[in-house]
């Protein structure tokens, strides 16, 4: 079974930086796509940035939600079996419970889409004061 473990929230000031880390157990790394996404108050779960298994390349590839880029940054390490998400330049709107999702590489559905992700992490809440 596919664990997934958020760390690194906490509350921070507008315009300050702040990196989460997932640590994923139950499988290895490589065999696995990962996403975050974030839910805010009284709104749905968004994606936010996933490093994805593509048949295509057959490698893992990074993509962002458009509006956040330039802001935030995912990167792997398959030896340590951890997805960081750094997120710079934070702003109030940035508020919200930051998820680690996981599927198998061979699922190559929509990656914004929550319900095509098959393992969740409990979440780590990020408040950005202003």
């Known amino acids: 079974q596919v664990q997934l473990v958020e760390s690194g929230g906490g509350l921070m000031q507008a315009g300050a930086s702040l990196k989460l880390s997932c640590v994923v157990s139950?499988?290895?790394?490589?065999?696995?796509?990962v996403a975050w996404f974030r839910q805010a108050p009284g709104k749905e779960r968004e994606f936010v940035a996933t490093?994805?298994?593509?048949?295509?390349?057959?490698?893992?590839?990074?993509l962002y939600k458009t509006a956040l880029k330039g802001r935030i940054t995912i990167s792997r390490d398959n030896n340590k079996n951890t997805v960081d998400l750094q997120l710079d330049s934070l702003k109030p709107e940035d508020t919200a419970v930051y998820y680690c999702?996981?599927?198998?590489?061979?699922?190559?559905?929509?990656?914004?889409?929550?319900?095509?992700?098959?393992?969740w992490g409990q979440g780590t809440q990020v408040t950005v004061s202003s």
């Open positions: 999702a996981a599927r198998p590489n061979s699922h190559d559905d929509d990656v914004s889409q929550p319900a095509q992700w098959h393992y």
């Open positions: 139950g499988r290895t790394l490589s065999t696995l796509s």
């Open positions: 490093t994805a298994w593509t048949v295509a390349i057959q490698q893992h590839y990074s």
